[in-house]
């Protein structure tokens, strides 16, 4: 049995967060858990002096995972639309 989507959408956006490489891997982007690793480097490296710079990898992993999930959901729509066509009273 599979748990409910709103749950496991909860766990990678919460993965994506606070461990943002392994939120990412999670969901199927290494590159771009290599990009946050890079991330993490510099903005633990000038993050004392610039404190924002500490949220930066954890708002690219949320926002890539948003994106990737959204591109999923887009793929899914089109491809059902190719096999059913489109909805009726749809122009």
């Known amino acids: ?6 749950e496991v959408c909860a766990v990678i956006y919460l993965l994506a967060a606070l461990l943002p ?5 999670l ?3 290494p590159f771009s858990a290599i990009f946050n690793l890079v991330l993490i ?4 490296f000038f993050g004392p002096f610039f404190h924002v710079l500490l949220l930066v990898p ?3 992993a949320v926002i890539a ?3 990737k999930r959204e591109d999923r959901r887009h793929r899914e729509v089109v491809e059902a639309i190719r096999r059913h066509g489109p ?3 749809y122009r």
């Open 87 to 89: 909805p009726q009273g």
């Open 27 to 29: 969901n199927g982007q």
């Open 58 to 60: 954890s708002a690219h």
């Open 1 to 6: 049995m599979h748990p409910p989507a709103l």
């Open 21 to 25: 490489p392994i939120g990412l891997l």
């Open 41 to 44: 480097a510099f903005c633990a």
């Open 65 to 67: 995972v948003h994106m």
